[in-house]
């Protein structure tokens, strides 16, 4: 893996909270890393920390080949950053907003302006940003993050206050970055759809990192239950299954369905015997563990829960 992004054993202190703990990860060109955590976990704090805004108390953090702690900056032109809460000046337009940005970063105005239409604002470009909604806000943002092509992308909660529509169309954006080598981190609160984006997720419990990897990673280590959902013709309300193993925890959903909860080797097993007892199965669905199980199984087990 080529790391644009390098932090090593990074802690950061504000006075007696620890926002950040000892952290380590690599991220490497055109990967795509959700960031997830509950609040003040330690995500903001991250990002700021990359992008040279604050200085670690302990470790390093290397940029694109930049310590930006030891104010080195080279690369910063490459670094795009679209912050939680996102403000401009009320009083210009989303063209003249975008213009100075692009001029920030000693980039073609021409093409920072193209990006107005890429976020759904052309129509919207010359009205004064005052009079934006929320979620024209956060496109203009994103518009702003995206000037110069970035190499390294920081979003912050990026799909808050976006429509269904342009939060398909702020994936495809992101996902075409990561494809031509733009390394994305995206903090969100946003589980369900960051499932099938993102191919790795971060998660973080009070400044410390709890888990890394793939979904299919994760639910590896996790061991979580997968739900098999079976509707099998001609059984009694509450009724369950004959050839089901005594020991197999299930329960019906709608009055028709059986959904049992099936440890990862026992899948295969539970097809074999399904098939085998000659039971009319009408539909059969395998539901693996979502995100949100495996997060909330991640920070448990940080917290030293059951
Ligand atoms: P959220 O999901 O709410 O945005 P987060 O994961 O981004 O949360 P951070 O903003 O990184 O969390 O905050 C981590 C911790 O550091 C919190 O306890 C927060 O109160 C604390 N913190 C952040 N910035 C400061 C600051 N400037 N001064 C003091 N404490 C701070």
Redesign the pocket.
Known sequence: MNATVRVDNVS?R??R?E??ADVCFDLGEGEMVALI????????????LMLGL?RPTHGSIVVLGDNPAAGQFAGRRHLGYLP?NVSFDAALTGRETQTFYARLKREPVAKALQLLDTVGLGAAASRRVGTYSKGMRQRLGLAQALIGRPRVLLL??PTTGLDPELRQTFYGVIQRLAAEGTTVLL?S?ALTELEERAARVII?NR?IKVADGSVESLRSIARLPTKIRLKVANLAPGEVPSWLPASTACRRLNGHIVEIDAAPEQKIELLRCATAAGTALEDFDVVPPNLDELYAHFLHKAEGMP
């Open positions: 950061k504000y006075g909270v926002a950040v955590g509950h609040n003040g976990a330690g995500k903001t704090t991250l990002m700021k604050i939680e912050d909660e903090s609160h973080m400044g």
